[in-house]
């Protein structure tokens, strides 16, 4: 590992690169550290020393640790606090739940209020905007109120999202939905806060594993869980059982069982998660040479007026939105050109996509072994390739004619099954390891903002141009949007590598 990082250290300052520019030069610099610096980079070893009554430097001077295992040796490669890492999946699994179990049955509550497509499209994107409302407050508050009180804030209004989607149909008016699914989204925007808590209990070196982990089950809330909500209709489809302001239908039901699994979740939280706090540890006397090289290259200026590590960050951004907004986009329109190009039922295609979104879990989950022969820039550029091809592979079909089903599948596979799980928590992961010592919850607030506004922009942008000028001229919008982000991966492929190493 040692001489991965050396090769990727002379590659940083020999190679040509986007964002080093006339100053790929200070990788050369001096060995003594600067007196001054915006940038703190997270030294990687093999072997990691304890400091101050047994506490693990793991890879922050200011390691958050839970109070109760401040004495104990903690390991290099694990989770350093499992109990609260299991509570936090269950946080993340209960956000994406809370959309995941309406699906199904939101367009025919929606037709029941008397509501149009454009309301349900709406409904859909009030999720996003009350995500994209407090992602950055919700990471922010995790540094100041602490994990434990954030996500208990969080899930208490999720838990009154809940129930006021529950009484939708008392109110019988679509906009009460919309604040509903607003609700729901506030108290789902915990994304920034649970990834930050993962970086603190997690060693640098292992980090995108373990954030393909939470991925995963944040894929799956999504993908899988509407089964769920599929299952109630099938069941309560001709029930209406009523008890005072209480109802309980096809329409509810899927209300009242996340309302449940809240509960529970508000439960986990208060008896078995324990908070972390910032303790401040015993600088180092003197820095590596890699560690100082990299402060003072992370901090020096390109010629666009920022500076490198300002540079990495706002790509980050970008290539978080252009691979949430392509799939996005693919989420918005998949089912309908199925129906309408390919000649599958709504049942079919929805089989097909739940199918290559659990292969996507696989992956996601198998992102340790693929950690172990590639990086997390490889892998970037590898998954957005891969995503690009499938929404190529959509470019030929036709209007107007029953399309092979197997062009469907494929580009379903390639986009859902392995292209943007990979790609896109690999962004996640080389992200985490770049922002290093700076605060992680609310930069990564920030970033999962950013994602909940591409999801809001690119399916109204599918919208405007299937309408105006068909599905081909968006499935090229895609492809190019998608090449854009692997060219910008390639120049900056050297700056990346030795930022995140």
Same mark, same amino acid.
């Given at each position: 590992?040692?001489?991965?990082?050396?090769?990727?250290?002379?590659?940083?300052?020999?190679?040509?690169?986007?964002?080093?520019?006339?100053?790929?030069?200070?990788?050369? #610099?001096?060995?003594?550290?600067?007196?001054?610096?915006?940038?703190?980079?997270?030294?990687?070893?093999?072997?990691?020393?304890?400091?101050? =009554?047994?506490?693990?430097?793991?890879?922050?001077?200011?390691?958050?640790?839970?109070? #109760?295992?401040?004495?104990?040796?903690?390991?290099?490669?694990?989770?350093?606090?499992?109990?609260?890492?299991?509570?936090?999946?269950?946080?993340?699994?209960?956000?994406?739940?809370? @959309?995941?179990?309406?699906?199904?049955?939101?367009?025919?509550?929606?037709?029941? /209020? =008397?509501?149009?497509?454009?309301?349900?499209?709406?409904?859909?994107?009030?999720?996003?905007?009350?995500?994209?409302?407090?992602?950055?407050?919700?990471?922010?508050?995790?540094?100041?109120?602490?994990?434990?009180?954030?996500?208990?804030?969080?899930?208490?209004? !999720?838990?009154?999202?809940?129930?006021? *989607?529950?009484?939708?149909?008392?109110?019988?008016?679509?906009?009460?939905?919309?604040?509903?699914?607003?609700?729901?989204?506030?108290?789902?925007?915990?994304?920034?806060?649970? @990834?930050?808590?993962?970086?603190?209990?997690?060693?640098?070196?292992?980090?995108?594993? *373990?954030?393909?982990?939470?991925?995963?089950?944040?894929?799956?809330?999504?993908?899988?869980?509407?089964?769920?909500?599929?299952? %109630?209709?099938?069941?309560?489809?001709?029930?209406?059982?009523?008890?005072?302001?209480? @109802?309980?239908?096809?329409?509810?039901?899927?209300?009242?069982?996340?309302?449940?699994?809240?509960?529970?979740? !508000?439960?986990?939280?208060?008896?078995?998660?324990?908070?972390?706090?910032?303790?401040?540890?015993?600088?180092?006397?003197? $820095?590596?040479? $890699?560690?100082?090289?990299?402060?003072?290259?992370?901090?020096?200026?390109?010629?666009?007026?920022?500076?490198?590590?300002?540079?990495?960050?706002?790509?980050?951004?970008?290539?978080?939105?252009?691979? $949430? =907004?392509?799939?996005?986009? %693919?989420?918005?329109?998949?089912?309908?050109?199925?129906?309408?190009?390919?000649?599958?039922?709504?049942?079919?295609? =929805? /089989?097909?996509?739940?199918?290559?979104?659990?292969?996507?879990?696989?992956? !996601?989950? #198998?992102?340790?072994?693929?950690?172990?022969?590639?990086?997390?820039?490889?892998?970037?550029?590898?998954?957005?390739?891969?995503?690009? !091809?499938?929404?190529?592979?959509?470019?030929?079909?036709?209007?107007? %004619? $029953?399309?092979?089903?197997?062009? +469907?599948?494929?580009?379903?596979?390639?986009?859902?099954?392995?292209?943007?799980?990979?790609?896109?928590?690999?962004?996640?992961?080389?992200?985490?390891?770049?922002?290093?010592?700076?605060?992680?919850? *609310?930069?990564?607030?920030?970033?999962?903002?950013?994602?909940?506004?591409?999801?809001?922009?690119?399916?109204?942008?599918?919208? *405007?141009?299937?309408? +105006?000028?068909?599905?081909?001229?968006?499935?090229?919008?895609?492809?190019?949007?998608?090449?854009?982000?692997?060219?910008?991966? +390639?120049?900056?492929?050297?700056?990346?590598?030795?930022?995140?190493?």
């Amino acid at each position: 590992m040692n001489s991965t990082t050396s090769q990727q250290q002379n590659n940083a300052s020999s190679a040509p690169d986007l964002l080093s520019g006339s100053n790929a030069d200070l990788i050369q #610099s001096t060995n003594e550290p600067s007196q001054t610096t915006n940038y703190v980079s997270m030294e990687m070893a093999s072997e990691l020393p304890l400091h101050q =009554g047994g506490v693990h430097n793991d890879d922050d001077e200011n390691q958050s640790v839970a109070e #109760s295992i401040v004495s104990s040796v903690l390991t290099a490669d694990g989770i350093h606090d499992f109990p609260g890492f299991l509570c936090v999946c269950l946080v993340i699994l209960l956000g994406d739940m809370s @959309r995941g179990v309406m699906f199904p049955s939101m367009w025919p509550l929606v037709e029941s /209020l =008397g509501g149009t497509q454009v309301t349900l499209g709406y409904s859909v994107a009030a999720f996003s905007f009350g995500r994209v409302l407090v992602n950055p407050l919700f990471g922010s508050m995790s540094h100041t109120l602490g994990y434990s009180k954030t996500l208990f804030i969080a899930t208490s209004i !999720l838990l009154l999202g809940t129930l006021m *989607y529950a009484q939708v149909q008392n109110v019988g008016n679509p906009q009460f939905l919309i604040v509903a699914q607003t609700c729901l989204g506030i108290g789902s925007g915990t994304l920034g806060v649970t @990834r930050a808590f993962v970086a603190d209990v997690t060693a640098k070196r292992n980090r995108t594993t *373990y954030m393909g982990w939470i991925t995963a089950v944040q894929y799956g809330g999504f993908t899988v869980t509407p089964f769920v909500g599929s299952f %109630f209709i099938v069941v309560l489809k001709d029930s209406d059982v009523s008890l005072g302001p209480i @109802r309980f239908n096809m329409y509810t039901a899927p209300a009242y069982f996340m309302t449940v699994i809240a509960i529970i979740a !508000l439960f986990v939280l208060a008896v078995f998660f324990r908070d972390r706090q910032r303790i401040s540890l015993e600088k180092e006397t003197r $820095k590596s040479t $890699k560690q100082a090289e990299r402060e003072d290259y992370a901090n020096s200026m390109t010629f666009v007026g920022l500076s490198v590590f300002d540079c990495c960050v706002l790509g980050c951004f970008l290539l978080n939105v252009s691979t $949430k =907004g392509s799939i996005a986009s %693919f989420e918005t329109m998949g089912i309908a050109i199925a129906q309408s190009h390919f000649d599958m039922t709504s049942s079919r295609a =929805g /089989l097909i996509v739940s199918f290559c979104g659990a292969v996507g879990v696989y992956a !996601l989950l #198998s992102l340790g072994l693929l950690g172990q022969y590639f990086s997390d820039v490889q892998l970037i550029g590898g998954g957005m390739a891969i995503m690009c !091809l499938g929404i190529a592979a959509l470019v030929p079909i036709k209007e107007n %004619f $029953k399309n092979p089903g197997w062009e +469907y599948f494929l580009a379903i596979f390639l986009i859902y099954g392995i292209g943007y799980p990979v790609g896109h928590t690999a962004v996640i992961g080389i992200f985490s390891k770049i922002v290093g010592r700076r605060p992680q919850g *609310y930069l990564l607030g920030w970033f999962a903002s950013a994602g909940s506004l591409a999801r809001m922009f690119f399916p109204v942008m599918s919208g *405007y141009i299937s309408s +105006y000028a068909g599905v081909d001229k968006l499935f090229i919008v895609l492809c190019c949007v998608l090449v854009l982000s692997i060219f910008f991966v +390639y120049l900056s492929r050297n700056t990346l590598n030795f930022l995140s190493c």
